[in-house]
């Protein structure tokens, strides 16, 4: 079996965005709709005080409540382990916004553009109407994934297959692969490093995994 997984290394994120605008460039996504953004968090008390940024968005659960709760069946669970969503199904009830603990759900129920009521011309190009009133959420660049298949390519490894979001990280943070194949990348990081996965007590088996030291 396969179980397509993203990792981030927390000791490596400096909070500077690449991967919140590379997923906006790439997916298309309307004003006020990050399908990846980086949650700024600090700790500690002056003057031992601590800043960490956490990328953040879907975690493509093995358990989704998500899907669990949409009554059309239009949230569904991939043989690869991603869950996506079929925006001719979908009627926009919300209940899987709601479900989500991680927050990763959008509906847009306005058509936005980024300066005015009149779209640029690229926004024009790339509006998908599909995605009006309807949930979307971060894929994995699920086309790319499965562009991996028809071309002899492996996520996670070659780019043109690999979530945009980790092609663009300057510092290295993301990873992606097949957490099932002992020789990817995302598997010899579990290994060798102590992690944790966010809402891991909810039971939702989040297939997204922060590093924070090595083992």
Known sequence: MTRYIMTADLRRCIGCQT??????????????????????????????????????????????????????????????????????????????????????????????????????????????ERRMSVATKCTFCMDRVDAAKENGLTPGVDPEVTPACVNSCIAGVLAFGDKEDPNSKVSKLLEETQHFRMHEELGTDPGFYYIWDKK
């Open 19 to 128: 991967c919140t605008a590379s997923c906006r460039q790439t997916n298309a996504t309307p004003p006020g709709v990050q399908w990846r953004s980086v949650l700024d968090i600090e700790s500690g008390e002056f003057p031992d005080v601590r800043r960490s940024f956490v990328p953040v968005g879907c975690q493509h659960c093995g358990d989704p409540p998500c899907m669990h709760v949409c009554p059309t069946t239009a949230t569904y669970q991939r043989a690869d382990g991603l869950v996506e969503i079929d925006y001719e199904k979908c009627i926009g009830c919300g209940y899987c916004a709601v479900a989500c603990p991680y927050q990763a759900r959008h509906i847009t129920r306005r058509i936005d553009f980024a300066y005015s009521a009149t779209p640029m011309a690229n926004e024009s190009a790339r509006f998908d």
